[in-house]
């Protein structure tokens, strides 16, 4: 089993950056794919950006596409979010999930293939 705890959230202005982080307590994070989800304000939960177990490959949503990175630090049990350029539009609760995955398996998109969710952050982009 694992828990979640995100960080990094806040109020910041249009065009800023913002590094979302998740530190995940338990045993065999390495063999844990994982994703970062938002809900915004009267939306459903949306699939910002996943990644593999190894950390080899990577999904991104269309809206955030080439203004967000997803990492992670297996030796520090750890996955960041970089996001930039930030929009109104990217005003949520973001969520960061972790699902054990077979060796080699890609990442996952959908939140029911999560088993494990963090608390959320906050993020308002103000215009």
């Known amino acids: 089993q694992v828990q979640l705890v995100e960080s990094g959230g806040g109020l910041v202005q249009a065009g800023d950056s913002l590094r979302l982080s998740c530190a995940a307590s338990?045993?065999?994070?390495?063999?844990?794919?994982m994703g970062w989800f938002r809900q915004g304000p009267g939306k459903e939960r949306e699939c910002v950006a996943s990644?593999?177990?190894?950390?080899?490959?990577?999904y991104y949503a269309g809206s955030v596409k080439g203004r967000c990175t997803f990492s992670r630090d297996n030796a520090e049990n750890t996955v960041y979010l970089q996001m930039n350029s930030l929009k109104p539009e990217d005003t949520a609760v973001y969520y960061c999930?972790?699902?054990?995955?077979?060796?080699?398996?890609?990442?996952?998109?959908?939140?029911?293939?999560?088993?494990?969710w963090g608390q959320g952050t906050q993020v308002t982009v103000s215009s």
């Open positions: 990644i593999s177990s190894s950390g080899g490959s990577t």
């Open positions: 999930a972790a699902q054990i995955a077979p060796i080699g398996a890609s990442y996952y998109t959908r939140g029911y293939a999560y088993a494990y």
């Open positions: 338990g045993r065999s994070f390495s063999r844990y794919a």
